[in-house]
């Protein structure tokens, strides 16, 4: 298979499965006609239908296809060979019917199973395509074809992708369409009256207060910082007043320098005599 087909089969199967829960393996009614149409043209039947479907598939038949294919006489024995190695579907038919009347009554009107029909009939293709989220498969000049979805398919998918509840899953169209108009158990509650008898709280209708974005900050009032002596300080804005206490400690500071230099006056008296009276040896 090319990389193109196969890259379009897989998109189309992925829309099935996202959509109406296709799931892996899927479930592939096959009818009489496609046993002797793989007969005839020798295909691998069950190997075409795995990469037509791009994943894990289960073969399966009913017993009136079966039934068809044993009035065909010993000429069709490879087709009946064929059809006994896929799995057995109850159709719960007592007796007999056409394959195409067996087929479209055990895929229904909604195809709630998720099962794939591979068949070569026209007239049965034509029946299914009515029917929403039934992928068909068939055999075009000894190449397996997946159809592309019908406009069925399309309508369904496009209500599913509105009203995507899980109770409406399954259903026919014309049930979508009745049960859209109807409201879910979910919007009936959040509908229904509350339990409280309180009335609501009527607004209070007035001036507005100024935004707090536009209001202007108030200024915060700066502390002086304390003084780690108990010394007054002086306050921003007023002329630094004098203190006695600074005077008195100035002049008995300079009183003791005054007093330490007149002591040490007379002994610079004596180092300058003593200088001078030693004699200059010249050398």
């Known amino acids: 298979m090319r990389q193109k087909r196969a890259k379009a089969y897989r998109k189309l199967m992925a829309l099935y499965s996202m959509s109406f829960g296709f799931r892996q393996p ?18 691998e039947l069950v190997k075409q239908l795995n990469s037509v479907l791009q994943g894990d598939m289960k073969p399966m038949i009913t017993q009136c296809c079966i039934h068809e294919l044993y009035l065909l006489g010993k000429t069709q024995q ?4 064929l059809a006994k190695t896929f799995e057995r579907r109850k159709c719960n038919h007592r007796e007999p019917i056409p394959g195409d009347d067996c087929l479209t009554s055990v895929v229904g009107e909604t195809n709630k199973h ?14 299914l395509r009515t029917i929403p989220a039934v992928p068909i498969v068939h055999v075009n000049r000894s190449v397996m074809v997946l159809e592309p979805p019908s406009d069925a398919t399309i309508r369904s998918k496009e209500y599913v992708r509105r009203f995507p509840f899980t109770d409406r899953v399954g259903l026919s169209l014309e049930q979508n369409e009745e049960q859209a108009l109807h409201a879910t158990g979910s919007e009936k509650q959040s509908l229904a009256p509350s339990a409280s008898t309180e009335p609501p709280r009527k607004k209070k209708k007035g001036p507005k207060g100024p935004n707090p974005l536009s209001v202007k900050k108030k200024k915060v009032e700066s502390h002086p910082p ?22 008195k400690e100035t002049e008995t500071r300079d009183q003791q320098t005054a007093d330490s230099q007149q002591q040490d006056e007379p002994r610079r008296k004596k180092k300058r005599r003593r200088k001078a009276a030693e004699p200059v040896v010249d050398s």
């Open 26 to 43: 899927y479930q592939v009614l096959v009818d009489s006609e496609m046993c002797k149409e793989a007969t005839e043209h020798k295909i």
């Open 114 to 127: 998720r099962y794939v029909v591979a068949t070569q009939s026209q007239p049965l293709r034509v029946k």
């Open 78 to 81: 490879p087709a009946v060979d």
């Open 226 to 247: 304390l003084a780690k002596d108990k010394k007054k300080v002086a306050v921003v804005g007023e002329k630094r007043k004098r203190d006695d206490t600074d005077d």
